[in-house]
């Protein structure tokens, strides 16, 4: 209760949180070396009485970490709430690609992506605050993945500079909290290879039209970061502007007594989406639209740098799922995200942990 008083006081908001986020700050790189240090140096609990008397365990924390047989964290989501990004993940086959996960908080997913058997794995957030439990579980679990302090979620292409692109990049929990989810999609896609996978999930509102939901006085949500839920056929449309098909999508309904993500009456709920790079978007013939303004407008050309993304190469990583025929587009390429949600069984209650936000010791996905 300290800690949280401490991030909501005016001199945190004032001066520590702005430098927190600020990652080419002297302020920052130090928090970051003494964070490492204290990692390097913190003695792991190593019994179920340990843990549950370390300070690692009694901290906040945004997924559930076992540290012990037996003695997990408490997560900030319930036990059974699905991570659906996590169930479509281990349809990847990773054996030797290069992994990028946006928001990483605790570092799940890396670890997930790690123990998947990728050959690189950059965890990011934009901020300090959890870096040193993330140094912990990277070392509780054996994993070795590295990290990028990333600051603000705009221009990654030119924040994390990697040459050679990704094979897989995690976006998840990610487009709703900021101000422009396409300045985000612009700046990420020049990260990934060709033929390379994107997994995108973010909130939504179920219905049929091409509109964003601006969540106005915390109407759909009342996290105070949460800004907006496009419609699934907007979101369908923005992933193929950026040249990511969609293959495979779960969807979970945010029901009425989810007293956290149901405050308002529209129908919403969490779509994840698995994407496949493209060097054609699918879109009807009559589409000329979209073509001419992913080639020519000056946010295209200014914001997405489709140079880099032609030269990168071709990714060899497989997808273990095949799309319904009956569920895809006009043409066959892309799956119909509103048929797909409309016809699919959504994703409910999790009904064991490698479904959910805890990460137990002996997990490999």
């Known amino acids: 209760m300290r800690y949280e008083r401490f991030l909501k006081s005016p001199l945190f908001k004032k001066f520590v949180r702005r430098k927190l986020f600020d990652r080419s700050s002297f302020f920052s790189r130090l928090l970051l070396l003494w964070f490492a240090a204290r990692g390097m140096g913190r003695r792991l609990p190593r019994s179920p009485e340990s843990a549950r008397e370390s300070g690692l365990y009694n901290q906040w924390w945004y997924y559930s970490f076992e540290l012990a047989p037996g003695v997990a964290t408490q997560s900030s989501f319930p036990p059974d709430f699905p991570l659906l990004p996590r169930m479509l993940l281990r349809n990847c086959d990773l054996a030797g690609c290069d992994c990028l996960d946006i928001g990483s908080v605790e570092g799940l997913i890396p670890i997930l992506m790690c123990r998947q058997g990728a050959r690189e794995v950059i965890a990011t957030n934009p901020h300090l605050y959890n870096y040193e439990k993330m140094q912990a579980v990277r070392k509780l679990y054996g994993v070795n993945f590295k990290f990028r302090q990333i600051g603000s979620l705009y221009d990654l292409n030119r924040k994390l500079g990697h040459k050679r692109g990704f094979d897989l990049i995690n976006l998840s929990g990610v487009l709703y909290h900021v101000y422009s989810p396409m300045h985000v999609l612009a700046g990420l896609r020049p990260l990934l290879k060709k033929n390379g996978l994107m997994i995108v999930s973010t909130n ?3 219905r049929a039209d091409f509109s964003m939901e601006f969540n106005d006085r915390g109407k759909l949500q009342r996290e105070a970061t949460t800004y907006w839920y496009p419609s699934i056929p907007l979101f369908d449309y923005l992933l193929r502007y950026f040249k990511l098909l969609p293959i495979d999508c779960l969807y979970h309904a945010y029901e ?7 405050t308002g009456d529209v129908e919403s709920g969490y779509l994840s989406v698995m994407c496949r790079a493209t060097d054609d978007p699918a879109f009807d013939r009559d589409d000329t639209w979209a073509r001419e303004s992913i080639d020519d407008s000056y ?3 200014l914001l997405w740098d489709q140079e880099k993304s ?9 997808y273990r799922r095949e799309p319904d025929p009956r569920l895809l587009h006009a043409g066959g390429r892309s799956l119909d ?5 409309l016809e699919l069984p959504a994703v409910g209650a999790a ?4 479904d959910s936000h805890t990460l137990l010791l002996s997990d490999n996905v």
């Open 204 to 206: 939504v509102v179920k």
């Open 256 to 262: 009425r007594d989810d007293a956290v993500r149901f």
């Open 299 to 301: 946010e295209s050309i």
């Open 310 to 318: 032609a030269a990168l190469a071709c990714a060899p990583i497989g």
């Open 337 to 341: 995200l509103w048929k797909a949600v």
């Open 351 to 354: 009904n064991r942990s490698q």
